[in-house]
């Protein structure tokens, strides 16, 4: 092939084959530059509805003929060859008489002369030109990112690469949690990598997937084992002559032998640019595809139609079709955007993902949770319409959900039953006992214990079942998770008529579930669910998220089961946990700080003063809690309060916690005539030992120096009388609504074993009371001898659930003002996002 | 020629410019100040933003210190629910708060000030209660 480079000054025109090869004076010529995917399906296209009709040549970048790049990802992961995924061979493109120059890319267009030229210098001229140029990985501009090792996902060059690497054996890392990101970790990981993926967002393929979804993928990906880190930001990436390593903003460091960035990409429309074409984030593009220059059309990830790019094949092939029509010489339809959906190319894991989820008035979830066969499943429906549908593991019936998306089909006739399927619902499709009544018998209905319809029919007429719990004891069915029972249920309403009454069932903790507080809780700790997504999954929440009653109980719970290992969740806290501070009728706040045991100082009470007059707080009252609240506080004040308060040694109260409130004492035998023991002293020990605990409700104690108890130790959770020959514990006292007294639960000898007991105490509470108990309904639920059993009787118990209390309390005392006031923690709680106007 | 992209809209609505998706927790609110009060601009799970008064229909309780579920937040006042995209209160309780369009460019996120419904909160029982 002719190689001679031109110079910068005018073009040389070449006269090679490609101009000596025109048919007839009267051919139009069309030029493509990028022999990728929507290019190609253009020329395609553009043969069958007009053979011919063109002079064509192509122009591509890389080295070969056109291939199906979305393939690229089972060629690494060594499931097909290259030779598999070529989509146009050399000899089709000679077959057609298209003139192909590979290797070859155009660097520059000159609209007025209609010519373009490409790296070697080569000109040709054109009639039409099109664009189909694609889009390049976005490489993070993070210190490190030139470095070599370091690779994007676009083409076989990158496949070379990574597989290259492989050979070797080693790290990699990938960033990017997405689409690409996680394919390519499949491919390196299959291939004897060790991966670690990193991803910014805290779930993965946060676009396509919501939290549920994502976090069922990460643990599959988990599970083979690919590493996952997600809300991790990447800072550096380290290496003199190559990679060695990948540097998070948190300090984690994270060797490396190669990285893949799997960022996102960037349509590659400098060309267009250069050229002086209207150009956005793409090369701009009106509903038939052509660009601000009549002659010229671009088709593909390079262009930008409607303010929108895309990244996916089927909107290219939709603009495709709808250009090879035009230069073909039709009317042609006109382009107006896409519905897609996406399919994760992971052998053995089914996610599907279609629509929007960007609900507004009137938006619908309905969502199915299979946790035996690890199956999700969220549909978005409005106005009788599917709007967005979300499945993982069970992807069977995402073409069909597609269609109704796509063709805007009013679904609400299926409304009930679609969720389980194209064809479950039958010919009454609106009424789920109909439905169930036409599935087949060998329809499988508990996935647990593997029990089918006809089972349970037989076993309701044979022996005359007639409740929910018989036709468990019988078959096994919903015996397990219980997922299935409403199906059951269904069966026995469907084969006994008017003979079944649904059985009473346990309370429901909320809407979102239909499983106890109680049940809740033992799976958490029996099945290890360590995220709210995984309990949403295992116990089948009926919500994409839960609501604003499950939440802050599950995070307690997750956090009473999990300390040191789970996350807190703070948007699913109550507000006033998670600023610190209370919140008042008017929306400003109140501040408590803590006073150890009641005690105070010159200094300190000078340092609330001075807060006092600094921000001008306009009410200071002494608590029943022995100690002093600021009332009034602006919320953007309330970091720059905490940061005087902390410089004087105080720290939060925890007014606003379900947690330790306050240890209530009376002065005792350091002054009282009356005293028998320090019970002062005592208290301040007892508060350093429980302060920032969280507990399903708040907790009070009190300490009183004799049985005269001033501090009113006997209407607290647990409240300490001191006696001569030591102290007694009383425990599930409340004030309030319902005054309850204390039982009495031990006399004990010593300060140590009353320090023993309420840390068992507080344990026994926080793992065994439900969210919003206090201790005396729970108390009285459980009963005081439960309480003795495990506390009194029971040493070793006692023991252990001490060490837990102080375990979990290594992770608690962290002083969350100072976090906030000096750290800068959840900054965002405390500012305006913006003022305008 | 057929025009390329055609930016109607943009003649009749202000866009303003407030911050990015990113500046919004997760399931969590930020609140911008405006001279028509404060707004209180939500993000969902699916990173959708949707912006009411900061004002329940119930008591004026501030709805960014809520709780973010599905398209909804929990008043942390009195535990309303409110529908993040119109303002309305779910049943059993009634009223509404206003609403201001958002719109989410790349991860910038933008208000039509100018087209706000704002009311000021109000409960349609009509007991008197603001
Ligand atoms: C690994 C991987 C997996 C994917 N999986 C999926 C999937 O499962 N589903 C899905 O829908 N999509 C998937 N995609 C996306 C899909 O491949 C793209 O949307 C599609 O290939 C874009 O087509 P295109 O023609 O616009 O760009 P490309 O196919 O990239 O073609 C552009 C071509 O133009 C060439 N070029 C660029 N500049 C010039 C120049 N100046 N001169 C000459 N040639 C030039 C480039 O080298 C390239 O060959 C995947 C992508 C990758 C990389
Ligand atoms: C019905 C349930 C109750 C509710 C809703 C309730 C509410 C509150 C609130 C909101 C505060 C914090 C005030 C602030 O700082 O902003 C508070 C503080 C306090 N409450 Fe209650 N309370 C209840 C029951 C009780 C009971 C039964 C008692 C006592 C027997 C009690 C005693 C106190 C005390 C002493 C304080 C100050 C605590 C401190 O110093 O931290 N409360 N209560
Ligand atoms: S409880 Fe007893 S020791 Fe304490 S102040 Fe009252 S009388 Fe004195
Ligand atoms: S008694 Fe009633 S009014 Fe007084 S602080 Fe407690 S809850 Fe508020
Ligand atoms: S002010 Fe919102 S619920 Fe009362």
Redo the contacts with the bound molecule.
Sequence with gaps: MDMHLSSNNGPVVDRNEAEQRIAGPAKERLVV???????MKTVEELLAKAPGRYEITV????PHPNYN??M??PVLAGEKTFDQIVLNSREWYDANGITLLTGE??EGIDRAAKTVVSQSGRVVSYDRLLL????MPFIIPVPGATLPGVIG???LADVDAMLEAAARGGRAVVIGGG??GL?AANGLRVKGMDVTVIHLMPTLMERQLDPSAGTLLQRELERRGIEVLTGADTAEILGDERVTAVRLKDGRELPADIVVMAVGIRP?MA?GKLAGLDCGRGIRVDDQMRTSDPSIFAV???VEHRGVTW????P?FEMAKVLADRLAGGEGGAYTGSVTST?L?VTGVDVFSAGDFSGGEGTEDIVFRDAARGVYKRLVLKDGKLLGAVLYGDTKDGAWYFSLLKDGADVSAERETMIFGQGFGGADAGDPNAAIAALPDSAEICGCNGVCKGTIVKAITDKGLTSLDEVKAHTKASASCGGCAGTVERLLAVTLGDGFTAAPTVKPMCKCTHHSHDAVRAAIVDRGLKSMADVFQAMEWTTPDGCASCRPALNYYLLCAWPGEYTDDYQSRYINERVHANIQKDGTYSVVPRMWGGLTTASELRAIADVVDKFAIPTVKVTGGQRIDLFGVKKEDLPAVWADLNAAGMVSGHAYAKGLRTVKTCVGSEWCRFGTQDSTGLGVKLERMTWGTWTPHKVKLAVSGCPRNCAEATIKDLGVVCIDSGYELHVGGNGGLHVRACDLLVRVATEEEVLEYTGAFMQLYREEARYLERTAPWVERVGLDHIKAALVEDPERRRDLNARFLFSQTFSQDDPWAERAAKGVDRHEFNLLAEVG | MDSIITEATALETVWTLVGSVDDIPVLGSRVVRTPQGDIALFRTAADEVFALEDSCPHKNGPLSQGIVHGHRVTCPLHNWVIELATGEAVAPDEGRTGHVPVRVEGRSVALALGEAKLSRGGCRKACGHV
């Design positions: 530059v990028g022999n990728g995917m929507a290019g122009f591509g970048a890389e790049r979305i690229l990802s890319p155009v189909a140029t694609g889009s996902f676009r083409d689409l690409l394919e590659n060309l593909g990830e390079c990244g996916l094949v089927a290219l399919k190319k």
